[in-house]
């Protein structure tokens, strides 16, 4: 028995009490293969294998055989974790190694790698921005975006999600008020609407108004743009700062970076809390994600195969009648509305084989459940007609579709 008081468990309890009330429990299921295009789950002591479509292991990189044997080679070499942070004894050459290599892939000076992008975006306006300062944020960004602008001491603006007309308004604000430096803060790809950002657009607006751009691409690096470089390589625009991860399309493991030029780099090295305050990362994942990257840079089939996935499985679901938002993305969103019936359905899907998560409130606002789909190059074209077939079956009975 802890030593928490009595009421503070049973204020606790009621909390918890009420998410379940509202239908907003998220439950965690076990998963006892390796990440793939259909996986094993264990529920309810009944063990089954079930289609996945709700990772962000967009190339099926998770389990290759090619990043597998990079982190075991480097556990042998280099050993099992650091143990240190950074600037005592944490940096290895395989740090400063893949460091380089995605400022190359990116198109930047230098990169800087956290142990995931939340902390590198946790830990990125605060040694940049002061109370002299301005950020202008879409109203869909990431959560880690927002708190770590809540870290920082610069003003804070607010566009709604993909409105240049907003946008520019918000700039307008900023720089009546007098602020020194102004910087623009946007997800590449929104990852609940699997939308872009209008990125040119957005430029254009920074060089009118004399801003820095920040982009977070953890959903775009590594299958869109040239050899999966992002959303800036899709539109063909330069930005300032690039943060991502090591945890979705670039082999499904963990940490994140920011890209960016020399002087923002070396500041973050001197500055950025969740850099200086955390281990660095393992060398088991820093040389599978070396590797991961080489495989991205070749992997134009992986990409064609992750896209006809996409545009099939977008078309059958539109075609059973499903409300879907519009896009192109791997990101395909079934919207629901009722947080309970999002539950209930991704509870039949799984009975059927097809493992899928209900999103709700507070990942996505109040009124706005849906199933998220996503699109990986592992699944066939057999796995999704099945999927299709689940979904169909379970749609008509729930009365999501007739």
């Not at 979705?248 to 920011?258: C, E, M």
């Not at 393992?282 to 064609?304: C, N, Q, Y």
């Amino acid at each position: 028995m802890d030593g928490m008081t009595e009421e503070f468990r049973n204020h606790l309890d009621g909390i918890l009490a009420e998410i379940e009330a509202e239908g907003l429990t998220k439950r965690e299921r076990l998963i006892t293969s390796a990440q793939a295009g259909r996986v094993s789950v264990r529920r309810d002591g009944e063990e089954r294998e079930v289609i996945n479509l709700c990772a962000n292991n967009y190339l099926g990189l998770a389990n290759h055989p090619r990043l597998i044997e990079a982190a075991t080679r480097a556990m042998s070499d280099h050993g099992y974790g650091m143990a240190s942070v950074r600037f005592i004894c944490g940096t290895q050459d395989l740090h400063r190694e893949l460091e380089t290599a995605l400022a190359q892939f990116l198109g930047h000076d230098d990169a800087i790698l956290f142990a995931a992008c939340f902390d590198a975006n946790g830990g990125l306006f605060e040694p940049l921005l002061t109370e002299e300062d301005a950020v202008v944020s879409d109203s869909l960004n990431h959560a880690s975006i927002i708190d770590g602008i809540r870290l920082c001491k610069a003003r804070r603006y607010r566009f709604a999600n993909c409105d240049m007309d907003d946008l520019e308004s918000k700039l307008k604000e900023a720089r009546a008020a007098g602020a020194r430096f102004i910087m623009i803060a946007t997800d590449g790809v929104f990852s609940m609407d699997g939308t872009l950002a209008k990125l040119p657009d957005i430029a254009r607006l920074a060089k009118k108004y004399d801003a820095v751009v920040m982009v977070d691409d953890c959903h775009a690096t590594g299958i869109i743009g040239s050899k999966g470089a992002g959303t800036p390589s899709h539109h063909g625009v330069e930005v300032d700062i690039i943060t991502g991860t090591l945890g979705k399309a670039l082999g499904g493991a963990l940490g994140g970076y920011v890209a960016a030029s020399k002087p923002v780099i070396n500041l973050l090295r001197q500055r950025a809390r969740p850099y200086l305050f955390s281990n660095a990362l393992p060398p088991t994942v820093v040389a599978a994600s070396i590797e991961a990257l080489k495989l991205v840079e070749e992997g134009d089939m992986l990409r064609k195969q992750l896209f006809d996935a996409t545009n099939y499985w977008r078309a059958g679901l539109s075609k059973l009648g499903f409300t879907l938002l519009p896009g192109e993305h791997p990101i395909v969103p079934v919207m629901l509305g009722d947080a309970r019936l999002s539950q209930e359905m991704s509870q039949q899907l799984y009975q059927r084989g097809v493992y899928v998560v209900g999103f709700i409130y507070p990942v996505v606002p109040l009124g706005a459940a849906r199933i998220r789909t996503q699109m990986n190059a592992a699944l066939t074209r057999e796995d999704l007609d099945t999927a299709l077939a689940a979904f169909a079956e379970v749609g008509r009975q729930l009365g999501v579709i007739t």
